[in-house]
């Protein structure tokens, strides 16, 4: 089983929004730059996430995008049920069902299967459920983000690095 990209993309999309929001208006623009996703995609996941309730958006000089909820309070199960839910219904009905009917176990495969994948994406889910976003940004490096909300807040969206060029 691979996770979806989109999930991935949507956590550093919120991570952004956590990081950032007070810093410099979280536009499209910087998300795509920061993501290295096609602006469309960034616009997808964005509302997937403002209409899961996790993220708002406003226009304006002083809009942009913003956490609806505290790092704590958004588990990564809710990240994946906002861009990605029907993947998870994919694993388990993720079942071949070409066998042959004439075979014992072509005929029974399914119901023999069905079982053990709907208890492995219960686990799944109560894992994802127990990690927050707070959890994973525990993961960066406070000093790498204060720098950054510094060039942040003197530097244009638009003069800002692209994702093919790392800091020195």
Request: aromatic fraction near 6%.
């Amino acid at each position: 089983m691979r996770f979806s990209l989109k999930v991935s993309a949507a956590v550093h999309i919120l991570l952004v929004a956590h990081f950032f929001s007070e810093t410099k208006r979280i536009t499209g623009r910087l998300l795509s730059k920061s993501t290295g996703c096609n602006p469309v995609v960034v616009r997808t996941l964005v509302l997937s996430l403002k209409n899961a309730g996790i993220l708002e958006v406003s226009r304006g000089p002083l809009g942009g995008a913003r956490l609806l909820k505290t790092p704590e309070e958004i588990s990564l199960w809710d990240v994946y049920a906002a861009v990605d839910p029907e993947s998870m219904d994919a694993l388990v009905r993720g079942i071949h069902n070409t066998s042959s009917q004439h075979c014992p176990v072509g005929r029974w495969i399914l119901d023999v299967l069905k079982g053990p994948y709907e208890k492995i994406a219960g686990v799944i889910e109560k894992e994802m459920r127990a990690i927050a976003l707070a959890d994973l940004a525990s993961g960066f490096s406070a000093d790498e983000i204060e720098s950054f909300k510094e060039i942040l807040s003197r530097t244009r969206t638009e003069d800002l690095p692209d994702r093919a060029s790392p800091p020195d």
